[in-house]
Structures are given as C-alpha cells and as structure tokens.
C-alpha cells in the first residue's frame, strides 16, 4: 500500500495549496465583479464592454424586444445607474468633456417637449449646462407667461416678437392645456470655449397630452394639435440639433384607452417622421413608474384607469411607444433612437417620488448625465 508521506513531499503540498487558493481567490474576483444582486454585469465602470452610444442603443433594439433596462443602481456619490448592456466612462460625465462634446458635434439648440416631467428634465439640462457657462448661469430668453390662471397658451411666446408671426394669431386657436405646470420655457447657455464663448439655446416645448389641442391651427396649414403646431410651424425655420421626446403623457392614462392611446402615439410619431429634417437627431424617453405611496391626495391613491393601476397602465403605455418606434429606432440609417427603459431603472427609486407623478431632483440629473454619455461616448 503507499502512504502519502506529508513530509517528503511538503513542497510540493504547499505549492498545491497556494495554487488552489489562488484559483479559489480569482474565481471569487470573478464572479464579484460580474455579478452583483440578481444583475449580471459584463464588465465595470471601466469594463470592456461597448460604450453607451445612441448606435449601441440601435443595436440593443434591433436583437431584443424592449427598451434596454438592465443593470444596477450604485449608491455613490453622485448616485448613478450602471446599465449592463454598454459601458459608462464615468459616472458622471465631466464637464470639460460635455462641453468639448457639444462643440465638437456643433450642439446648439436642444428642444424638451413634453408635460411637467418634460420640464424638469429640461431644467436639469441647464443646471448641466449652467456648470460649464463662464458666469456659472443660464439666462432665460423668453418665457411663455399662460392666461387664464395659467392655463391658456401665450400666443406672444409662439410669435417670436414677429409682426408677421403674430398676423396668423387669428388663425391659431387656443385650449386650456389642463396643467398650471406646463408652459414653454427658452433659455441660453453661454459656455468657456478656449476663452471664447460658445452659446447653447434649450427650449421646452410644453404640452399635456399625445393629442393636445391647446394649441392649433385653422384653415390653411391646418395643424390640429400642439405637435403638429410645434414640429410643421413653430421649428421650421430653425430645427433643433436634439429633439428630446418625453412621451407617454401621464394625462394620458386618464384620458384615452390603450386603443386609443395607440393611434396617438402612432399620429404623433407619423408627424416627427414627416417634419424632422435628417439633421436633427430625435431621443423618444419613455416614462419612469408612477407610485401610489406618494401621492399627495387621498383622491388619486389606487385609482384605476381602465382597470389599470397608474403604473401598470404607464408600463403598457411604454410597450406600445415601443411596437410604434421600433423599426425607426433599431435602423442604423435613422436620425430617431430611442433611450433606456426608464419605467424599469425607476421601480427601485420609489423613495425619490415626490408626489407619485414627479421625481426628485436627483433622477432627473442622472437621466439627463446618461444622456450625455450617449452623445458624446465613442
């Protein structure tokens, strides 16, 4: 019988357990740095994976059935959300390298358009901006001051401060938009560009709904929605470089069934496929949850839209955005992409709601530092 004698090959037995705890040690970095919680990772911050662009969110589109929203929220400061289907540089985007990137890519005009939630993305785009600006501020330029207790549209904000703008206001007519919250807003952004300065102009073109009528044309050039108005009147002259669409509505969910629903987001993205030129780059954002807990009035807590919870119908909401944009979305040749699957990314961040329809500061900012990474990463 042969003994393993432990002395005479104690060499050889030390080696074997260093080697097989060394196995063990590279084996356990392993699997930590790809898998954390129930989200499997392929690489870090600074992994090897392919950087989040607008083309790789095409690419994501064109092999999967839905908005990307896999990955990890990463509760440093700042806080940040790491997807798992491309790689960020940073967890925010410096901004030196923001700055570079907009001139670099001759960004100089963004239009938001959207509700209220629209809006303070909007306002995150600035206080972004506003850090790069060579008096740390963005000024505003024009602002729509609504009538009726803040519900009428201002028809002297659509004419520009144009005699021959305002001529066709007879033609133009104008609803209560329902939202005190939503009007348009202009505001530019002086940046520090080797000393010399560089002008970025944001605009909010505030509605409330797919089908918003508050604002219209009759009669020749007929425009019978606010989208219509906006994308065939409004921006023809001068079309944005980015043209960030914030859609669905949440009045939507009480307004219209998911049929129609559908035929709306369908009329509505028919309209960009007509009136955007080739050379403004369109984002569609799809809407984050809505959260019962935090709303403010009994009223509304559990309300049901069609049998629907908010965000259960929010999320069916989002799925038909998706059957609507997807072909543009997932062709490389298209000037329209589409974003994360902000409703997913959100359902971990109840804490931040503010009211069960808006966010706190802080998720807008980290939409926004995403959306920058997919303009200027390469």
């Keep these: 019988?042969?003994?393993?004698?432990?002395k005479r090959q104690q060499p050889f037995f030390i080696t074997l357990i260093v080697a097989s705890a060394l196995l063990v040690y590279f084996y356990v970095a392993y699997i930590h740095s790809h898998v954390h919680g129930n989200v499997i990772n392929s690489g870090g911050i600074n992994g090897s994976r392919q950087t989040c662009t607008l083309a790789r969110l095409k690419s994501y589109?064109?092999?999967h059935s839905n908005f990307p929203g896999e990955g990890q929220w990463i509760e440093a400061s700042p806080v940040y959300f790491r997807p798992t289907f491309c790689h960020l540089s940073y967890p925010r985007i410096?901004?030196?390298?923001?700055a570079r990137c907009l001139i670099g890519?001759?960004?100089?005009?963004?239009?938001?358009?959207?509700?209220s939630n629209a809006a303070r993305y909007f306002v995150s785009i600035?206080?972004?901006?506003?850090?790069?600006?060579t008096n740390k501020r963005c000024r505003v330029t024009k602002?729509?001051?609504p009538l009726n207790d803040g519900f009428l549209p201002d028809l002297e904000y659509f004419a520009n401060g144009s005699k021959a703008n305002r001529s066709w206001a007879s033609a133009v007519g104008i609803h209560n938009r329902q939202c005190r919250g939503c009007s348009s807003i202009k505001s530019a952004c002086s940046l520090d560009h080797g000393g010399k300065e560089y002008e970025v102009v944001v605009e909010q073109a505030a509605m409330t709904s797919t089908l918003d009528d508050s604002i219209r044309v009759i009669g020749d050039g007929e425009a019978p929605t606010a989208q219509e108005f906006w994308l065939k009147h409004y921006l023809k002259d001068s079309y944005p470089d980015l043209l960030l669409i914030f859609l669905p509505f949440s009045h939507d969910k009480?307004?219209?069934?998911?049929?129609?629903i559908k035929a709306a987001i369908t009329y509505f993205h028919n309209l960009v496929r007509t009136y955007v030129p080739i050379g403004t780059r369109v984002v569609y954002f799809p809407a984050f949850s809505e959260f019962e807990n935090a709303r403010k009035s009994l009223l509304y807590i559990n309300r049901t839209y069609g049998g629907l919870l908010a965000a259960e119908k929010l999320s069916k909401m989002n799925n038909i955005l998706y059957e609507v944009i997807?072909?543009?979305?997932?062709?490389?040749?298209?000037?329209i992409n589409g974003f994360v699957d902000l409703f997913s990314i959100s359902l971990s961040r109840q804490r931040w709601s503010t009211d069960g329809i808006h966010m706190k500061d802080v998720w807008y900012d980290v939409v926004v530092s995403m959306f920058w990474h997919t303009i200027c990463e390469r």
Excluded: C, W
Excluded at 326 to 335: L, M, V
């Design 126 to 133: 600035n206080k972004a901006l506003a850090a790069m600006a």
């Design 254 to 260: 009480h307004s219209y069934s998911l049929i129609q």
């Design 61 to 63: 589109v064109h092999q």
């Design 105 to 115: 890519n001759n960004i100089s005009y963004i239009v938001t358009l959207g509700d």
């Design 1 to 6: 019988m042969y003994i393993f004698n432990i």
């Design 143 to 145: 602002i729509e001051r």
């Design 94 to 98: 410096p901004k030196r390298q923001l």
């Design 326 to 335: 997807h072909d543009d979305i997932s062709e490389p040749a298209t000037n």
